[in-house]
């Protein structure tokens, strides 16, 4: 009798792991498809990095939502494109200039249609909670200052290095600390939010910002981080130093513009194991173009019609 009953509890137990195990929210398309970022959430159609834009992206069946993250004031994180409020709230004011409580009670969704008239900026921990076993979240840090003299000196004390090294990555956060770069308070505030809900494996961190990537990279290893670039298809100097960043960050992935992608580079990245993806991509005959190419993403505005195009089955 007991024997039958240790069997029982076996098979039970094995059975509500499997299910648990087949539970597992894992963001990303299929294995062999590429993958739909909605940018700022499905923005074609809801105001871009509002929850109605991220509850849109998941209803579409978007693979990931893409937002966008500044500093408040009062050094908290709220989800908007710009660093200044015109656009978005008609306020010819920089985001910096405002507390957290003042941000959020300003309408974000007026000036896409009344229907979403008094539609908050998010958090970045409103987003996150929504998304959590549910969609993945590419977190876009925004880049807080000019850091130009900074990445210069990085580069100079990386003169000797094709990739980082312990000592090497020491020696940058020593010289990111004493600048006193507001991006160091920003990238290290979204690490602590996605880790507080322990989403490492369902977010990715990106950024134009070579510095930002840096932090990211060194301080919080466990994460995928990639690198944003708008370098157009014949700059070809500007083309060399991102990839300078690319690999010496070796950071995951580089993500290029529509303006910037050709064959050629696509290759170069993929040929080393890195993915590339394509912004911001809206229309049908681009869409199939890129997927052509063979880009592992495709970042859009319009992920209903992506995943339209590329074939793939729509929630």
Known sequence: MNLRINVLYVVLLSVILFFTGC????PGAPAGTIDVIAHRGASQRAPENTMA????AHEMGAD????DCHLTRDQ????????????IAGIKAPVSDYDLEALRKMDAGSWKNERFAGEPLPTLGEALDFAKNRIGVYVEI????????????LLERAKDNTVMTPALAHTFMDAIETSGTRNLILTRSTIAEIRKRHMEKGVVIQSFSPVICAIARIEAPEMRVELLSGVEADKHEEWEQ???WVFLLDVHGLNI???GITPGRLAAIQGTGKTMAVYTVDTAEEISRF????VDAIITNCPDLCLKVLGRKQK
């Open 23 to 26: 539970a597992t929210f894992r």
């Open 64 to 67: 990931w939502f893409e937002l």
């Open 257 to 259: 513009s529509a303006k």
């Open 142 to 153: 925004k880049n807080q200052t000019d850091d130009s003299a900074l990445m210069a000196q």
């Open 291 to 294: 997927a052509g190419w063979g």
């Open 76 to 87: 908290e994180i709220i989800l908007i494109h710009d660093g200044d409020l015109e656009r």
């Open 242 to 244: 991102v990839c300078r």
């Open 53 to 56: 834009a991220f509850r849109l």
